[in-house]
């Protein structure tokens, strides 16, 4: 019956706004959702909801996109600098990275347990598996070294 209930969900608001364009009154529009749906029928309230927005004029009967925070702020940038400052002070709050980052503690937390693979032990924050900081490690490494071979062909092409 569950099923049914699901598949009677995406009808509701439409059978509202067919009933609604028939003149129906709300009582009556209401009174004919019992009739036909019983149990899974959306209650009073919600088809006066449904009616003062037909009467607005907004016809639409799909949920449009809400507008909200972006789903993520973990760009490298700030993954790198949550890192450092991790780095610099282990012992550091996640209200204080909040404070310097400027981002919200509930991202600050998802990016320090999820990206960095980082966790909390005895207040300090330490590296759940020394995988995810090694790497980072060597791609700093092998960045400089790159820019260091980049100085020296610079060099050499000069002497020659």
């Known amino acids: 019956m569950s099923g049914d209930a ?4 995406n009808i509701k608001p439409q059978a509202v706004k067919f009933l609604f364009l028939q003149g129906k009154a709300l009582k009556e529009i209401h009174a004919i959702l019992i009739e036909t749906l019983g149990e899974h029928a959306p209650s009073y309230a919600t088809v006066k909801n449904w009616e003062a927005q037909f009467k607005r004029g907004d016809f639409s009967t799909c949920d449009g996109p809400c507008p909200q925070q972006p789903k993520t702020v973990t760009t490298p940038d700030i993954i790198d600098l949550i890192h450092k400052l991790i780095l610099e002070d282990c012992r550091i709050s996640a209200k204080s990275i909040v404070q310097q980052v400027d981002i919200s503690g509930k991202w600050v937390g998802s990016i320090i347990h999820e990206d960095l693979d980082m966790r909390k032990l005895s207040a300090k924050l330490v590296l759940k598996c020394l995988n995810t900081d090694k790497k980072r490690q060597w791609c700093q490494l ?8 980049g100085t020296i062909q610079m060099i050499s092409c000069r002497d020659w």
């Open 6 to 9: 699901r598949d009677f969900n």
């Open 142 to 149: 092998s960045e400089q070294f790159w820019n260091f071979l």
